[in-house]
């Protein structure tokens, strides 16, 4: 537990949340923006500030719980029609809390209070800067 920490606080019940799952690994709850109804937030019980600092053993923890999350509030409102699920990495990726944790977004119509913008750079992108990308990303993976 870090004591600065909110969403750490929110895990020992010093600060109150709508819980909608809880186990030994993980805590889901609303988050207090409610960006569209039902947004909720997974995060693991211990405090890790990013997608950077998980070993195998607690992405598997995490991940392996995501999908039944997002069923129950898929499941909870026939009006959802689809759910973008976002995890935010640094103050320059809108990472404002830093204790890791994954947005569940539910959607209800093309202009409902969630966006997101992909822009589309694949015409000026050439086939040698994607084998250089390739590279470089190749080269820095772990146990290659
Ligand atoms: P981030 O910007 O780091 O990806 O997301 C942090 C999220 O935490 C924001 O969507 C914000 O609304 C939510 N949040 C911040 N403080 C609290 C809190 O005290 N309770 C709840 N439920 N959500 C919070
Ligand atoms: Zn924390």
Redesign the pocket.
């Known amino acids: 537990m870090d004591n600065n920490c909110?969403f750490c606080k929110?895990i020992a019940g010093d600060?109150p949340?709508y819980t909608v799952y809880e186990d030994d690994k993980v805590k889901a709850?609303?988050?207090?923006?409610q960006t569209t109804p039902g947004h909720t937030?997974v995060i693991p019980k211990v405090h890790i500030p990013d997608i950077y600092a998980y070993d195998e053993e607690l992405a598997e923890q995490v991940f392996a719980r995501i999908p039944k999350i997002a069923r129950a509030i898929k499941n909870s409102n026939p009006s959802i029609k689809g759910m973008n699920i976002v995890n935010?990495n640094g103050e320059l990726a809108?990472?404002?809390?830093f204790h890791s944790?994954f947005?569940l977004i539910p959607r209800y119509s093309e202009d409902d209070t969630f966006s997101i913008n992909y822009t589309d750079n694949g015409e000026s992108t050439s086939s040698s800067q994607l084998e250089e990308l390739q590279t470089s990303i190749q080269n820095a993976m772990e146990d290659k």
């Open positions: 909110i929110i600060i949340s709850f609303l988050d207090i923006s937030l935010n809108y990472q404002s809390v944790h947005h």
